[in-house]
């Protein structure tokens, strides 16, 4: 099946400090979305990205969708405590399945 | 409350015996998806639905079985589990007739096989 590469793996940052994280295909995609998993309960949707180029915000959330359709990166500005958590990248190829990055895990110091 | 729930949230079973996972949706939603979750391999499709009737094998269907006989429900089928099947298990749904598009995710269902 397809394969998404997602990094870094694991953060560490202060409070206050910005934060990116990116996604990569071996193969096209024509969605891309990043959801959210806090402990205990199940992913939630963040943004979705439905054509190339396209630069979405959610409040301090920004995400796009790469131009080569092959890669989408999300970047959090100003983290706060509660943006703790393991964010995940998903994306829609040919098929009618959803395939989802291994996740970032984002822990936030005061 | 528009929501997916999932039943039981947590199951701890032995080897060959037989369980259900059922999950439900109330939002009228036509896509069903089962995932698996396991550390450091993010989460895995089982088994997805278009539409009632209409089920398909995601990434990982070996050992599952689904149903979609209404459209609100769509249980995940173990005939016989093996410990390798222990996991975190998600049910989500959605709006996107032709594609999985922006998923709402059920709380997960702890799965511990002895």
């Known amino acids: 099946g397809q394969q998404l590469n997602q990094s870094p793996q694991s953060m560490f940052i202060q409070e206050g400090e910005d934060v990116s994280m990116n996604c990569t295909s071996s193969s096209i995609f024509n969605t891309w979305l990043w959801y959210k998993q806090d402990p205990g309960e199940g992913p939630v949707l963040l943004i979705a990205l439905y054509k190339a180029g396209e630069l979405t915000s959610n409040g301090r959330l920004t995400a796009q969708f790469g131009i080569t359709r092959k890669d989408s990166f999300l970047n959090i500005s100003a983290s706060i405590p509660s943006d703790v958590g393991i964010y995940f990248c998903?994306?829609?190829?040919?098929?009618?399945?959803?395939?989802f990055g291994t996740g970032t895990r984002l822990q936030v110091t005061l | 409350e528009a929501q997916v729930t999932q039943n039981p949230r947590y199951l701890i079973t032995v080897t060959g015996k037989k369980l259900t996972v059922t999950c439900s949706q109330n939002?009228?939603?036509?896509?069903m998806s089962w995932y698996r979750q396991d550390p450091g391999l993010g989460l895995r499709q089982i088994y997805y639905s278009m539409n009632v009737e209409v089920t398909d094998k995601g990434d990982v269907p070996e050992g599952y079985k689904v149903s979609r006989k209404e459209k609100r429900n769509f249980p995940l089928i173990l005939e016989s589990p093996s410990p390798n099947q222990t996991s975190l298990y998600f049910c989500?749904?959605?709006?996107?007739?032709?594609?999985?598009?922006?998923?709402?995710f059920g709380p997960g269902t702890r799965l511990t096989v002895t």
């Open positions: 939002m009228n939603h036509e896509y």
């Open positions: 989500a749904s959605s709006f996107r007739r032709l594609g999985p598009g922006e998923q709402y």
């Open positions: 998903a994306g829609t190829g040919t098929a009618s399945k959803l395939t």
